[in-house]
């Protein structure tokens, strides 16, 4: 039973528009949440966390929100660029330091 | 910063052949360790991991097998690969901070 979803395997953005990753997740014991990247025959790379004690954390371009009574978090990215076409993946950390990870959202940003 | 060396990078395998994939970490001590398969279209699935040297938690019943010889050394195993056993493998160390990920290692049954 996966405890962290993406339920859209795909997403396409034209370039400099917003491109908005979802991710759901069942366990309320999730205490942190994270987002990575990945190209192509890499390992992922970090992006952006997010505490449980807060519902919003911006970098730069990214922002991710989380909403815990709907057991929901969101990454936006504005404006998107063709370089930030890679799948995205949620992540959410028990209080065993065990990380839970989504299936992943494809971006694929037109120029 | 932590840095995690994964080899090889590719590797392909006859079914039934033992295989043996190392991880090793630079940059921190006693970190918690990891591996990751991702299977072609699917996510991240947690194959195993390990809070310390010689303690291995395995989430998934499979025929592969992991050890932890030393602090930042992880390797994984088979003694006989199956055809379902191709895919991307990945080494992740983390403490109380986000993990880090290897390269990969993409593995391929014939």
């Known amino acids: 039973d996966q405890q962290v979803k993406q339920n859209s395997p795909s997403l396409s953005v034209q370039e400099g528009r917003i491109s908005i990753l979802n991710c759901d997740y069942t366990n309320s014991m999730f205490d942190y949440f994270l987002w990575y990247k990945k190209y192509p025959a890499e390992g992922p790379t970090f992006l952006i966390s997010?505490?449980?004690?807060?519902d919003k954390n911006e970098d730069g371009r990214f922002t991710v929100f989380l909403n815990k009574s709907a057991k929901h978090l969101s990454l936006h990215i504005v404006p998107s660029q063709p370089g930030d076409s890679a799948v995205y993946f949620c992540?959410?950390?028990?209080?065993?330091?065990?990380?839970?990870f989504g299936s992943g959202t494809k971006l694929n940003v037109k120029p | 910063s932590q840095t995690i060396h994964q080899w090889p990078a590719t590797l392909v395998q006859p079914v039934g052949s033992p295989l043996s994939l190392e991880c090793t970490v630079e940059g921190t001590s006693n970190p918690n360790l990891y591996w990751y398969r991702q299977a072609a279209g699917r996510g991240l699935q947690l194959l195993f991991y390990?809070?310390?040297?010689?303690?291995i938690s395995s989430e998934v019943p499979q025929n592969l097998s992991a050890s932890r010889p030393q602090d930042r050394q992880f390797i994984l195993s088979s003694k006989k690969l199956l055809l379902s056993d191709s895919g991307f493998y990945l080494c992740a160390a983390g403490v109380n901070q986000p993990q880090h990920f290897g390269d990969g290692t993409r593995l391929s049954i014939l």
């Open positions: 997010i505490s449980s004690i807060k």
């Open positions: 390990s809070v310390g040297i010689g303690q």
């Open positions: 992540a959410a950390m028990d209080n065993f330091n065990k990380f839970y």
